[in-house]
């Protein structure tokens, strides 16, 4: 038997015991001993609840007790939560997390910390929810030189974009409606401004290149602006409308990294994540694609991410030190993103002569799109001519009032 | 720098070394120290090899140095190759292999035996080729109870199938053009007639399990007998037809199995596989549902996956004994394929009265699918009401000939 506590009793954290609970029996057998819940701390009790009488409000409590080998963190954000986890790791505690904001504004700090205390700091949990990447991308692609990561980050924004494209509902009315079914959370904003998104790729990006990326460097756009129209365009296009984040390597060692609304072919992969879903891409030099796709969210699914951490941690104790650390470096890893490439649809209000357009774009850089019934001209841009982030810009400032909107496609 | 041998220098002990020069960089940096081809065992001698100066004709040289920490078996079949398996075992080697057709035959014996002698023996290039799936069900999985592990396992057979469908080609040209492309061996049998699907399916069964499933006691049936027809049914249903193979976890720890052509929705998940991609499809009780889609078999991708397994052995090298074996028992795991539920479509000569039907399925048991100009009845069966597959079989011998064939619904 071995003990475990809980540090944070909401949404996954009672997830975590949950799961314990109802898979004790696979559980023991996996990591050859039963998994035992200890201590849960929380500022509330939980009467009613089965492990209720294992609620303490000390931390110190968990962190005294030497019985303790692995601590859940389920606190989330970045105060409380990166001062108990950090206490947890200097006690000699094994940590394991499903807190993806913490992971990816601390992970250096907290990760060398684990390894100069011969602990792990496990975060599987922390990016898609119960679809494994995190592991996968450390050991199973390990002898590949990874290229690209790309997909959809966020279930919230996945279920909001699905409904608009299924229902013709404007965005306000999905979000309402997401809400009501517990996909989006009050105050939804990391979600709907791709912040978790853009948290999440950072993690990957930083695991794929064993060096610390800022999430704040990435370039990040929301879904709140997207409009029915927008979802019209898509489906005459044959494609899905997306929030995408994507980390590409460059030949060096910088990378291209955004998070943000876009076109997807409906046949791509990725695509096959409607709802909920999320779909990660993997590109490795000698793998090629594989795609992981799954619940990217959920009480469940990312309990059971984090017992699979615990259950890793309990099969080595002792033996299985943290061993991958992010360098962190002053060298700049995302390249500014006015320099990356884009190819995008331009939304224009019906009344540029075609001419102008492609004066703009060049000949063979802009392609005009016939959408029945939409009483607006749209245009493919990029599509010929290579055209870099601040170039497209620069050409859309100077129609300034003509455009409506415009979306990347993903290619 | 850690020394390994190669035991088999065909396609994918040849991509294993070139993996392994290829991301030199990347895999010291995973594993902590470079990686060392010392010997390679072939019959043959590859002069105008860069490694072709490691090779030796003598298998005692690799056993017999102590220098060699791992040896990686890419021999294929359960001839020699088990044989050397079990020598480098023996020798104290930790043991990396492609070889599905091995694990599936031998996977305890080899299992127990690295345990004895506190090496691992490694497998996830056996199944889904670079595609993680072995590690992810052994390790981030666990802790769920895998209720479901089903997809497209071969990538020769779902190449045919996706050249019928979309070029309305017969099977014997699809498998020329696969040969021709390199897709297809000169002698497919184990791959056309579902083989090497099953032997993937038992190995991924036996994990989920813990304990030892004969693939031979899976009902297999291959697509030999597959006819442009049935494609174009496929596509009037909006479906595609897969080789699929399918492990269900009954109540009573037995499971349903089976290896065979089935109709699928052309929007669930596995159907994203085209060509030569595999999909596989796991559901777990705390998870949901996740899939694991990409190349299912190739050089590089084969490769990249032993060399992971490589690199994760010379990471623990002493410190990681192969944890997992499969029990063997005599219960019987699988359940008797008469009695597992079946739905089908079933293609009938154009003389039967619908009233015939029915009084054989039952008033809800079939339903009538209108082809246009493909002259024949089809009928879904086992829709309304619960039908094994004993009774399936039994029905259909009532209407012997009129029955042109029949193909699986997966649901």
Redesign the interface.
Known sequence: MINIAIMGYGVVGSGVAE?CR??AD??R????RGINIKKILDLRDFPDDPFGDRVTHRAGDIFEDPDIAIVVETIGGTGIALDLSLQALRSGKHVVTSNKELVAAHGPELMALAQQMGVSYMY?ASVGG???IV??LH???????IQTVAGILNGTTNYILTRMDAAGIRFDQALAEAQAKGYAEQNPTADLDGLDACRKLAILGSITL?EYIDSRKVHTEGITSIMPTDLLYAQHLQMKLKLIGRFRLLPDRRADMIVAPMLISRSH?IA?ADDVNNAILVE????????????GA?K??T??????D???CA??LG??PH?TTWAVSDRPIVRPHDECPVQALVRLHDRLPPDQIRALFGPHGAELIEAQDLHEQAWLVGQGAPLSEGQLAARLRMLDADVIGRIRLFV
């Open positions: 799961v109802m898979n696979t559980i057998k996996k990591a050859g599987e119960g679809i494994p592991r996968p050991k199973c692609l390990s002898a590949n030189v064993g992969p096959v490795g030099n000698a793998l090629g694609e594989a795609l992981f796709y799954g619940r959920g469940l699914p309990a059971s991410a984090v017992v699979a615990v259950i890793e099969m080595h033996r299985l061993l």
